[in-house]
């Protein structure tokens, strides 16, 4: 199980980025898909879930990102989109994706890719 995420980088604040996460077999398809993020010298946290295996995309956010940022995904590419807009100082972090089972367990993490919001 392989899952690799990137479209990270620097930006101002407002500024916007689109994380992918591309997995490998049918992750995306047979699981809930969650980005998580670590900022520095913090746990890593829940920023939000995709589920797509069902007829309707259910998604759900963290308080702290909710109305900012969204999480889609795409079955035929086995690859979940996270888009930040309205990035803050304090959305700077590695963000990762994993299935939600396994975040539980603490497994099967990627390398992630970095944030850093700052002027």
């Known amino acids: 199980v392989q899952l690799v995420e990137s479209g990270g980088g620097s930006v101002q604040p407002g500024g916007s980025l689109r994380l992918s996460c591309k997995a490998s077999?049918?992750?995306?398809?047979?699981?809930?898909m969650g980005w998580y993020r670590q900022a520095p010298g913090q746990q890593r946290e829940l920023v939000g879930t995709i589920s797509l295996d069902g007829r309707a995309e259910r998604t759900n956010y963290a308080d702290s990102v909710k109305g900012r940022f969204t999480i889609s995904g795409d079955v035929a590419k086995n690859t979940v989109y996270l888009q930040m807009n309205g990035l803050k100082p304090e959305d700077t972090a590695v963000y990762y994706c994993?299935?939600?089972?396994?975040?539980?367990?603490?497994?099967?993490w990627g390398q992630g890719t970095r944030v850093t919001v700052s002027s």
């Open positions: 994993n299935t939600f089972r396994s975040a539980l367990l603490d497994t099967n």
């Open positions: 077999g049918t992750l995306v398809s047979a699981n809930i």
